[in-house]
């Protein structure tokens, strides 16, 4: 049995099929957890979700931000953009079923490898939360997701205030802050405020500001956290980050990483990908 992590997928079910064939996926032995993002801007959204569905139990995706996108986009809470490739499920015979199935996912999961705790989201954990915390504000949300609130909840969910953590918040603000950390996050304080402006890589990193997992008091630092969403950050392999968004819609590579014996031991598994947008 081996266990893997994939990044971005973006609607690009071609890359995935061949990803899963170069890895030598078998669901009946093999577990995949997909980072979120999806579906949008790549050319079958829709066939991501069914691939995901037919292989239920041997792979686990989370929600991106572009996953959240496509659920608003349902229920009129936000219009398509040009860019957006959504029809494939909007437009599907099957929709109902691909949306139900879309809502019951989680914004976070933890994996036990040998004893070890692999903590996956797909943007970011701020400072201030452990582990626990990650899972269990993460499962706040996934609550809504699955409530008769999901429409009101779809409605009020976009915007970048408050923009930093306190165990006061409630009601939508507390919502909001969840979602944006744990599908947007790329920069923010040490003391924790996020910025939602800045898409650069870790390298041109903006005065004032860190990539969120080189805040100093972060208190997950010493749990693997595996994650996606910054393509142009790339491939970060280090003890205890991970990140896997290489730029599959871009026309870069959907990658996957294979766990060994140990969370550290680790391969980097890559399949090139046809340009589906260009950047920018």
Not at 86 to 91: A, E, F, G, T
Not at 220 to 241: C, I, M, N, Q, Y
Not at 254 to 279: D, H, M, N, Y
Request: with cysteine; glycine share 8%; hydrophobic share 40%.
């Amino acid at each position: 049995m081996a266990l893997y992590c994939i990044g971005d997928v973006q609607g690009c079910d071609a890359a995935l099929q061949r990803l899963l064939a170069h890895i030598g996926f078998s669901p009946s032995r093999d577990t995949v957890y997909l980072l979120g993002d999806l579906v949008n801007r790549g050319p079958d959204s829709g066939a991501v979700l069914r691939r995901c569905m037919a292989h239920e139990g041997a792979i686990y995706p989370l929600l991106g931000n572009h996953d959240l996108h496509l659920l608003a986009a349902a229920h009129g809470a936000r219009k398509p953009s040009r860019r957006d490739t959504l029809d494939s499920v909007l437009q599907a015979r099957d929709r109902s079923a691909l949306l139900d199935w879309l809502r019951q996912q989680p914004l976070a999961r933890q994996h036990t490898h040998r004893g070890q705790v692999l903590l996956m989201v797909h943007a970011g954990v701020l400072p201030a939360w452990s582990t626990a915390d990650t899972l269990a504000l993460a499962d706040e949300v996934h609550a809504v997701l699955q409530s008769a609130d999901l429409p009101h909840f779809l409605h009020q969910m976009y915007g970048n205030a408050p923009d930093r953590w306190s165990d006061d918040l409630m009601g939508m603000n507390r919502l909001r802050v969840i979602v944006n950390a744990l599908t947007r996050l790329r920069f923010c304080t040490p003391g924790g405020r996020m910025d939602f402006d800045s898409t650069e890589s870790a390298t041109d990193t903006p005065p004032g500001l860190v990539p969120w997992f080189d805040v100093p008091s972060r208190r997950t630092k010493e749990t693997l956290v595996a994650f996606g969403h910054w393509s142009t950050l790339g491939w970060l392999d280090r003890p205890h980050v991970l990140g896997l968004d290489t730029g599959c819609v871009w026309g870069g590579c959907l990658s996957a990483v294979r766990f060994g014996k140990t969370l550290a031991e680790r391969e980097c598994l890559q399949v090139k990908c046809l340009q589906a947008q260009k950047p920018g």
